[in-house]
Antibody, heavy 123, light 107 residues
Framework: QVQLAESGGGVVQPGESLRLSCTAS????????MYWVRQAPGKGLEWVAV????????YYAASVKGRFTISRDNSKNTLFLQLNSLRGEDSAIYYC????????????????WGQGTLVTVSS | EIVLTQSPATLSLSPGERATLSCRAS??????LAWYQQKPGQAPRLLIY???TRATGIPARFSGSGSGTDFTLTISSLEPEDIAVYYC?????????FGQGTRLEIK
């Protein structure tokens, strides 16, 4: 079955960096666009970034553009999110999620999610 | 950025009743809209996409309708396990936004 497992979260100070990973199994990882979505404690969902199945196209939410970088290693079935210049408002559970479609026809809807990794930015 | 506004914020109903959740977009999103269910301590689960297509394994009591700016998620007969927060989500102009959520409580 499809599994997504995030890791790399933790407690950091404002201005510091963190790298999140999402390891995929149970499906052909290289065929799906992948996403990061976050959720601050007790709050709603916020889309962060998307990366196409082959890594050729990526888009970011305005709130993280220029600070976060999404990437992937299809040979290792792993999605990454590099978080730089972290702020208090970046504190959240970060989920990776899979697009419902395969190949270039990404639908930008998410049919499988990981359980998330918690990032806390605090001095 | 397209803003999605969900109503009501909280809905309290009894088992067996019909639940109607609304999502309104600040501009047309055609039918590029999805609904997710999130139970406490869990990741969201896709219920509906393309406004009205049920995702794999989703019970038939969940249905979606609408196009343009007004959308509805209907749960035809509430089950106790439907307690959750429900989010709508749209995609347009290479960006994604979510509604703020509707909390569904069972009386």
């Amino acid at each position: 079955q499809v599994q997504l497992a995030e890791s790399g979260g933790g407690v950091v100070q404002p201005g510091e960096s963190l790298r999140l990973s999402c390891t995929a199994s149970g499906f052909t990882f290289s065929s799906h666009a992948m996403y990061w979505v976050r959720q601050a404690p007790g709050k709603g969902l916020e889309w962060v970034a998307v990366l196409s199945h082959d890594g050729s196209a990526r888009y970011y939410a305005a709130s993280v553009k220029g600070r976060f970088t999404i990437s992937r290693d299809n040979s290792k079935n792993t999605l990454f999110l590099q978080l730089n210049s972290l702020r208090g408002e970046d504190s959240a559970i970060y989920y990776c999620a899979r697009d419902i479609a395969t190949g270039i026809k990404a639908r930008w809807f998410f049919d499988n999610w990981g359980q998330g990794t918690l990032v806390t930015v605090s001095s | 950025e397209i803003v999605l506004t969900q109503s009501p914020a909280t809905l309290s109903l009894s088992p067996g009743e019909r639940a109607t959740l609304s999502c309104r977009a600040s501009q047309s999103v055609s039918t590029y809209l999805a609904w997710y269910q999130q139970k406490p301590g869990q990741a969201p689960r896709l219920l509906i996409y393309d406004a009205s297509t049920r995702a794999t394994g989703i019970p038939a009591r969940f249905s979606g309708s609408g196009s343009g700016t007004d959308f509805t998620l209907t749960i035809s007969s509430l089950e106790p396990e439907d307690i959750a927060v429900y989010y709508c989500q749209q995609r347009s102009n290479w960006a994604i936004t979510f509604g703020q959520g509707t909390r569904l409580e069972i009386k």
